[in-house]
């Protein structure tokens, strides 16, 4: 009996399998008025993604969309139905692999153009959207014009002399020709935002503006405008007149039909809205005008190894999901930020990506704070692992939340359109009674805070940071993290309690660490914290090796702080009486030796400290690290060197992946 029920499973599993059903699309070689058995064989599929969506309703548990390699699909992807616990649904490929990933393209080629004025064409069409955020002239994206243009300014801003509150700024050296009224104002408020505004009325020095921010711009600050046919002088340059629906380009001497021109149509290229169990592999996806890959209250799906290039806001975006796994894609050049799940996002998993390039053009990218990022997540029992995240406007990898791994990432070149901005950033946003747990930062690799102090009143001033903890962050731990070539700081506790700092490296960053804390709250917002066993290595041209300020003077509360090792310059036969800096209440700044250190604050009594004479500073100071999943060799030659825990390395050193070393050349 047992037998006959094991034989009755088996087929009752094989018989599911078999129900479940393949069908077939092609771009090139399809026929939407086929019939729904010819399109479940290969030789005869489907055409459209419009014939796609309207059979979606038909899908059932296991059932398989494959599209040809090689083929352009134009359109959007809606998906209506969802799979099961043991049988998703899946969306892929099918073809020759030596062919290229089939492309959901979002973009539509305009040719009626008509010559408006000079070396300025027009085109009008029914398709355009309510606004346009890609351009492309044969396959190059161009930005919208803009003035001034880039290069006319010190920094490509003006300055404002005033701001009457948040809605006019007063700018004397603007003339009232051209009459900006219905451009927009692209200002930067702050050195972390730069926020896109409607101009209501321009009268002289004076622009009143529409705008949902709540932040008044600073004197000094700068401010550009675009989207007006008044800053169009170079090629490639457009402006969109949404009234109109109309486009107009500057070409500069030649005909627009010579070239293919083409604009984003469809806003979003993958959408699902409370769907669930869901795999979408091998697609590549292209020219959206806002999300490449749109998830709305949806659970379990996997997204796994496609490429997102050119989206209008994010490659890929989710409100209230969960179960989500976005493994091995590629995400570049998308305007604001690569994967933005920054709202109520649970058991999600983000492993093996590359994203790069997001958010890197001015005034491209949306208003308002966490914009322009690498990785935005927020939410419970969420992991960011194995990614490779590169040339971002502001933050590489900003989470919130609790049960939150961030492991052996690679983080370089952020901040480098905006400032003010982490590597890896967190931050309650000034809610000193939310305590968090359980967040870990581990083994990451952060290089290259850039900073951009650009359309500012300091533009030389550069603050970027490597593994920032932002107002009353808590319950995290930073643990075997290096840090790089950072503007301002290596690792930074702003208003940060509960947070434990071990065994990290910060070298070449204008400090190596700093806690500071300008919050006012009873009993403080810094304190509990645990600095322990890590390497800080001053740089050459800034030997601070710390940084504390408050506001209450109570830097004695901040937590444990010993037993880490520090590197540090000096100018032979002299003394460094500047190691370690104190602010109080912002305006009582203090420098120390190291014993004034010690003795003051109890601080750092079993550290150690090891000065260099600054001729041989970079000699005698080796670091090396593994940024690749498989493991390194690095030949260290004839000499010899030993690490802070007194190894003795030559010859031949093998790092794993995501391993450090910081050695000192012995004698």
């Not at 697609?283 to 796994?304: M, Q």
Request: charged letters at 20%; hydrophobic letters at 35%; a neutral charge.
């Amino acid at each position: 009996m047992k037998g006959l029920l094991c034989l009755l499973l088996v087929f009752h599993f094989c018989q599911s399998d078999l129900n479940a059903k393949t069908y077939y699309f092609s771009a090139s070689k399809g026929d939407d008025s086929r019939t729904i058995i010819q399109a479940q064989h290969s030789a005869t599929p489907w055409r459209s993604l419009e014939k796609l969506n309207s059979i979606m309703a038909l899908l059932e548990p296991g059932d398989s969309i494959l599209l040809l390699r090689g083929d352009i699909f134009k359109g959007t992807i809606n998906i209506s139905k969802s799979g099961s616990k043991q049988k998703h649904i899946v969306i892929s490929t099918y073809g020759p692999t030596v062919k290229a990933a089939p492309v959901i393209d979002g973009r539509v080629r305009l040719t009626q153009w008509v010559r408006f004025r000079g070396d300025i064409w027009g085109c009008r069409t029914p398709e355009l959207p309510d606004f346009v955020n890609l351009f492309s002239i044969n396959g190059k994206f161009f930005s919208m014009g803009r003035y001034p243009n880039p290069d006319e300014t010190e920094d490509g801003y003006l300055r404002l002399e005033s701001a009457d509150s948040n809605l006019a700024i007063i700018d004397r050296e603007l003339k009232g020709e051209p009459n900006w009224t219905g451009a927009e104002l692209v200002i930067k408020p702050k050195r972390w935002l730069i926020d896109r505004n409607v101009i209501t009325k321009h009268l002289d020095s004076v622009i009143w503006y529409e705008t949902k921010s709540s932040y008044v711009p600073w004197k000094g600050f700068g401010y550009f405008i675009q989207n007006h046919i008044g800053t169009l002088d170079r090629f490639g340059e457009w402006y969109f007149n949404a009234a109109a629906n109309k486009i107009f380009v500057y070409f500069k001497d030649e005909s627009p039909a010579r070239y293919q021109i083409q604009i984003s149509l469809h806003d979003i290229l993958l959408h699902a809205d409370n769907q669930s169990y869901v795999n979408i592999s091998g697609l590549h996806f292209v020219g959206a005008n806002k999300d490449a890959i749109n998830l709305t209250k949806s659970r379990n799906f996997i997204i796994e190894n496609c490429t997102i290039s050119h989206a209008g806001l994010n490659g890929i975006s989710g409100l209230e999901v969960s179960d989500l796994r976005v493994v091995n894609n590629t995400i570049q050049d998308v305007y604001n930020t690569g994967i933005f799940l920054m709202k109520d996002c649970y058991n999600t998993e983000i492993k093996g990506n590359i994203i790069k390039r997001c958010g890197l053009i001015d005034g491209t990218g949306p208003s308002g704070n966490s914009k322009t990022e690498g990785v935005s997540i927020g939410g419970n029992n969420n992991v960011v692992e194995n990614n490779v995240i590169d040339s971002i406007g502001y933050i590489g990898i900003h989470f919130s939340g609790n049960n939150v791994l961030i492991k052996n990432n690679v983080v370089r070149n952020f901040t480098m359109v905006k400032d003010d901005g982490g590597g890896i950033y967190t931050v309650a946003g000034k809610r000193p009674l939310v305590t968090f747990r359980d967040r870990k930062i581990i083994g990451n690799i952060v290089m290259n805070g850039i900073g951009n102090g650009a359309g500012t009143n300091q533009s030389d001033f550069r603050s970027a940071i490597g593994i920032y903890m932002d107002d009353c962050s808590s319950g995290t731990e930073i643990r075997d993290n290096i840090v790089g070539h950072c503007a301002e700081i290596g690792i930074f506790l702003h208003d940060a309690r509960e947070i434990n700092v071990i065994n990290n490296l910060a070298f070449e960053c204008g400090i190596p660490f700093a806690m500071h804390q300008d919050i006012i709250w009873r009993g403080g917002t810094m304190h509990s914290n645990v600095i322990n066993r890590n390497i800080f290595i001053s740089s050459f041209n800034t030997p601070l090796l710390s940084s504390y300020r408050t506001q209450e003077n109570d830097i004695k509360r901040f937590g444990e702080i010993d037993s880490n090792f520090f590197y540090y310059p000096v100018i032979a036969d002299t003394i460094n009486n500047n190691l370690f800096e104190e602010v109080i209440e912002s305006t009582l700044r203090q420098k120390y030796s190291i014993s004034e250190w010690q003795n003051k604050y109890q601080y750092e009594i079993n550290s150690q400290f090891l000065s260099i004479d600054n001729k041989h500073y970079s000699k005698y100071i080796r670091i090396f690290y593994n940024d690749r999943r498989n493991k390194k060799t690095i030949n260290l030659g004839h000499e010899q060197y030993s690490d802070p825990g007194g190894r003795i390395f030559k010859g031949t050193l093998i790092l794993d992946p995501y391993e450090w070393v910081c050695l000192i050349k012995v004698n």
